[in-house]
């Protein structure tokens, strides 16, 4: 007669190589996406450049131009001397932090703004009330929905919609142009 004993050993000792097979592929999986994801995100921009891509300017109808064109008028300075417009750096705001409209608080945006200014003037004035300019991203982009906020082809609209914001806290035209050199959404 057969050893019954034997049997439900031999099961008990499978049962649990069989579940950590789906484990083992899920770890397998969050593993490809978080190192795809990173990839993208640090190696897609460096490559994006050394092949000569970049992404377009995008600011609001008639900041650009006419930003130059006020630098342009000064005459006597040293952007006057050289022809061109004097060059002001971008005011950064890094990781701002952000739950989408109508997420529960389970998705959250996390972003950084670059703004460029015509005028070093508006740039002193970004630096200094920076807390301010940080609450009219927030607050422009909060009532924002998840798939809104996943739709690339909204981007050039929040852009807009942001500069709007600036411009009528700081003065019209204060923004030259505005990116989003991050914008990830989890």
């Known amino acids: 007669m057969a050893n019954p004993e034997a049997q439900p050993a031999a099961d008990a000792a499978e049962a649990p190589k069989k579940a950590k097979l789906p484990m083992l592929i899920g770890m397998v999986a969050v593993g490809l996406a978080v ?20 992404t377009p300017i995008v600011a609001a109808e008639g900041h650009a131009a006419e930003g130059e064109a006020a630098a342009g008028d000064h005459g006597g300075g040293e952007a006057g001397k050289e022809g061109g417009a004097a060059e002001v750096a971008p005011h950064v705001l890094d990781n701002l932090v952000l739950n ?3 997420s529960g608080g389970s998705r959250f945006l996390l972003l950084t703004v670059a703004i460029e200014t015509a005028q070093a003037a508006a740039l002193e004035q970004f630096k200094t009330r920076d807390a301010e300019l940080r609450d009219i ?50």
């Open 100 to 102: 989408p409209a109508n």
């Open 35 to 54: 190192g795809g994801g990173t990839g993208a995100a640090v190696i897609g921009p460096m490559v994006a450049k050394k092949m000569g891509k970049t």
């Open 137 to 186: 991203v927030l607050t422009t982009l909060s009532t924002k929905t998840v798939e809104q906020l996943t739709d690339i082809t909204k981007r050039d609209e929040f852009k807009t919609e942001v500069i709007g914001a600036i411009d009528a806290r700081f003065g019209k035209k204060t923004v030259k142009s505005l990116y989003f050199p991050q914008f990830v959404v989890q």
